[in-house]
């Protein structure tokens, strides 16, 4: 908290800078917040993703193998979505401190939490119990959705509220770049992996290695706890707090009270994107190697590829929202994702393991039509809540659609049921979730213009 009076004697807060030391050059301090940003969100996303590849590559053949291999992959893929189910309790806990307390120390604790449950996954026992490591998943998973919940939010307010006003949704980026960055590495580490070793080996030990690279998360949270500051808005909002002291209700009771159908808005115009990126990422991974015998590695090296692309395309539609509007690029965004979803899945189905051309052709448009929303989402999100319940606002929006996201997996191997020729119902569903969210992003638009 700021100081009230300019005495030498004075304190100043835990993450304030001290009374005599010059304040960092404002770019120099966003660049450092948004390169934390993607840092962090690199690695935690790389941790939750990591999980669900493994599920549609192991965790269906080990620990839920059943006679039934449809049987098999819900099972595994089920894991996965209690992950997502424990996201929204994560932006929620997250929410309520941040706001509170400041945003750099829940990224930390989150950072920490995701480094351990990802580490321990990867030592998950194979045990002749039979329930006793699907048990020791879920709990970790839990872990794992909590944390990821947690981050985001953080990561997000690290990056726009250091950032120029003219530039947030480019800063803002950064923290969403993580979402590719990490499926990029976790894709790589897989392929490195599964090439190192023998097919029997990976399915027995070799899996486990890129979940043991996750100790190096204790490393990045222990930086930016060292290094980086709050952030501006955070400490002028402690210092108007300071000069008037009144009793705050819990942040996260207040943006549900005073902007609840924000918040519902927010998170059904991302209903989507969660859906179409997960499908792309995890999804494809079990039709390509279960339904339609394509090679392990050429479908990992493929999502490799297509999440790449994401890579440049993330900042570049953000800069657009820049110059155009948020909204509007967004918007796009949504109607590309709807008009792309048949053809897409349409495209999966016509791969073989002779021609994979169609399925990275899908699977690349894929990732250029949702770069669309990934752009700009972190800014606009965090500009529709006022800065004293935004951590809140920001978080819940956002984490309350992964919720279908995560069981995205899960509709699609029942929509199919082992058959190629129903692929098409996998793009009817994302096209019903485009026209849904087109109608929030309006709704939206519309209570911005009042």
């Known amino acids: 908290m700021p100081p009230t009076s300019a005495s030498p004697q004075q304190t100043t807060a835990p993450n304030a800078a001290p009374a005599n030391a010059a304040p960092p050059h404002p770019r120099r301090a966003a660049r450092k917040a948004a390169f934390a940003a993607a840092v962090s969100t690199s690695l935690e996303w790389y941790d939750f993703f990591i999980y669900a590849t493994a599920a549609a590559l192991v965790f269906n053949k080990t620990f839920f ?9 819900l099972n595994s893929f089920a894991t996965v979505a209690v992950g997502f189910i424990a996201r929204p309790i994560g932006g929620i806990i997250s929410g309520h401190f941040g706001d509170k307390y400041g945003r750099k120390p829940v990224l930390v604790i989150a950072i920490l939490i995701m480094g351990i449950a ?50 947030r949704g480019f800063y803002g980026s950064f923290a969403q770049l993580g979402i590719p960055i990490g499926v990029v590495v976790g894709n790589a580490v ?21 979940f043991w690279i996750s100790l190096f998360m204790l490393f990045v949270a222990f930086a930016i706890h060292r290094y980086l500051e709050e952030t501006p808005e955070f400490q002028q909002l402690e210092a108007k707090l300071a000069a008037e002291p009144i009793k705050r209700r819990s942040p996260i009771l207040e943006v549900i009270r005073n902007n609840g159908g924000t918040v519902i808005m927010a998170g059904g115009t991302y209903l989507v994107g969660i859906v179409m990126f997960y499908l792309t990422i995890t999804g494809s991974v079990q039709v390509a190697t279960t339904t339609l015998d394509i090679a392990r590695s050429d479908v990992l090296a493929i999502i490799l590829v297509a999440a790449g692309v994401l890579v440049p395309m993330v900042p570049l539609t953000a800069y657009l929202s820049d110059i155009y509007g948020r909204k509007l690029i967004y918007g796009i965004g949504i109607v590309g994702m709807g008009l792309w979803a048949v053809p897409m899945w349409l ?32 800014a606009l999100f965090a500009e529709l809540f006022p800065p004293e319940v935004r951590y809140s606002g920001a978080s819940l929006g956002y984490q309350a659609a992964a919720i279908l996201g995560g069981m995205a997996p899960m509709a699609m191997v029942a929509l199919i049921n082992g058959e190629v020729d129903n692929l098409w119902r996998v793009g009817l569903l994302i096209v019903a979730l485009a026209v849904l969210a087109l109608g929030c992003l309006v709704v939206l638009a519309r209570r911005a213009k009042r």
């Open 118 to 167: 990802t580490t321990l996954i990867g030592l998950v026992p194979d045990t002749s119990i039979v329930w006793l490591a699907p048990t020791m998943l879920v709990l970790l998973r839990i872990c794992q959705g909590l944390a990821v919940g947690a981050q985001w939010g953080g990561a997000v307010l690290l990056a726009t509220e250091y950032a120029p006003p003219n530039r």
């Open 190 to 210: 897989f392929l490195i992996a599964a090439w190192a070793v023998t097919p029997e080996a990976f399915m027995s030990w070799g899996w486990r290695v890129p």
């Open 347 to 378: 495209l999966v189905g016509a791969s073989s393991p002779q021609n994979i051309w169609p399925l990275a052709a899908a699977l690349i448009i894929s990732c250029v039509v949702m770069s669309f929303q990934t752009g700009p989402q972190a």
């Open 65 to 73: 193998a059943t006679q039934s291999e449809v049987v098999a992959a």
